[in-house]
T-cell receptor, first 114, second 113 residues
């Protein structure tokens, strides 16, 4: 059974720091892995999606990596800003035919202090 | 363009009452998902609609939960005889057919007293 774990559960950093959020999964047979951002009262926003054949994806100051063999993904945020404060969730898609049953981590709550 | 909308944003009800939660997906999105997010737990898949196909109801936690999608657009999640453990944020998402990216609504926070 696939399980997704995110550490740390919470993180507080001063503005400008580079930081790494971690996501681990128990079953390496995933189709893809996605990172989402959740803001209070605004639902979830998809940030990056990494296919199983890819090693990383980049969007602006965000870079997500995937290492299937070790069951790990990281989300790197460069030059953090107060506007980055949110909860970051990762979700693994188990296989090609099961898009709807993403397996979710509990998230990392990030606070970037000005 | 408009994103996924959900109503109400907050719902407080008494144990034993029925509630209906509404989701308006993005126009043209044929796939619609319902999730539940309980305090301290990850998102839990509830049900999935894809076009005119039979919905995947495998995530519904009990027969008190049901959902409809009328005209391939708006969806309603109904919880009958609510229990305190039903208290959670209920999230709806939609995507293009075969699309990887799910677009989420702001959620409905349900509190059962």
């Amino acid at each position: 059974k696939q399980e997704v774990t995110q550490i740390p559960a919470a993180l507080s950093v001063p503005e400008g720091e580079n930081l790494v959020l971690n996501c681990s999964f128990t079953d390496s047979a995933i189709y893809n892995l996605q990172w989402f951002r959740q803001d209070p009262g605004k639902g979830l926003t998809s940030l990056l999606l990494i296919q199983s054949s890819q090693r990383e994806q980049t969007s602006g100051r965000l870079n997500a990596s995937l290492d299937k063999s070790s069951g790990r993904s990281t989300l790197y945020i460069a030059a953090s800003q107060p506007g980055d404060s949110a909860t970051y969730l990762c979700a693994a898609r188990p296989n090609a035919g099961n898009n709807r049953k993403l397996i979710w981590g509990l998230g990392t709550s990030l606070a970037v202090n000005p | 363009g408009a994103g996924v909308s959900q109503s109400p944003s907050n719902k407080v009800t008494e144990k034993g009452k029925d509630v209906e939660l509404r989701c308006d997906p993005i126009s043209g999105h044929t796939a619609l998902y319902w999730y539940r997010q309980s305090l301290g737990q990850g998102l839990e898949f509830l049900i999935y609609f894809q076009g005119n196909s039979a919905p995947d109801k495998s995530g519904l936690p009990s027969d008190r939960f049901s959902a409809e999608r009328t005209g391939g657009s708006v969806s309603t999640l109904t919880i009958q005889r609510t229990q305190q453990e039903d208290s959670a944020v209920y999230l709806c998402a939609s995507s293009l057919v075969g699309g990887e990216t799910q677009y989420f609504g702001p959620g409905t926070r349900l509190t059962v007293l």
